[in-house]
């Protein structure tokens, strides 16, 4: 069965470092999402992509953060100078249609702790 | 813009017992609503879905049916099994945005033998 994949599965950086969350979504998708889970918190929507373009996203998704689908498969997430509190689960999720009518995919996220 | 709350956990129950994990929600129209699962270490799965008003959706023997006059979608099984330990998320579009998924703060199950 296709699934989403995301490495690394868990990732220990230190403040003002740069991080980059890479994802494989399912190869016949065309929406791409970011979400992110801090710990015994709610999930939360980060960022949207369609077409090679931000399609829509969150105040959680300010100027630190940028996505790039950088070939055919992969879909990155990067954080420039990471803080405390984006230590969290990153989920990758793609989906064939638009969420309101189809469902979102996830993979099994990355886990990001910042020291 | 659209929201769900749900019911505060942890829920513990014994095998065979029956389970309900309330869900209401706030939204501008009718949009679809979701549950989704996640087992131990592994990333969210859609249980179940439905699509509009007075629609039930089930899978695994997990139903929610969609109801607008209590603004409700409260999932249900009728015997657990230990394997259904796992939190599981209400959630519905946000507004008119694409893509956008609410989530209620999920509900932890423990399913004791």
Redesign the interface.
Known sequence: EPE?TQTPSHQVTQMGQEVILRCVPISNHL?F?W?RQILG?????LV?F?NNEI??K?EIFDDQFSVERPDGSNFTLKIRSTKLEDSAMY?C?S?EE????G???????SRLTVL | GNSVTQMEGPVTLSEEAFLTINCTYTATGYPSLFWYVQYPGEGLQLLLKATKADDKGSNKGFEATYRKETTSFHLEKGSVQVSDSAVYFCALPRGSTLGRLYFGRGTQLTVWP
Do not use: P
């Not at chain 1, 638009?98 to 009518?101: D, F, R, T």
């Not at chain 1, 469902?103 to 996220?109: D, H, P, S, V």
């Open positions: 989403v929406y999402y979400y918190q709610k999930v939360e929507f949207s369609y399609s829509e969150s989920f999720a989906s638009i969420v309101a009518i469902e979102l995919f996830f993979g099994e996220g």
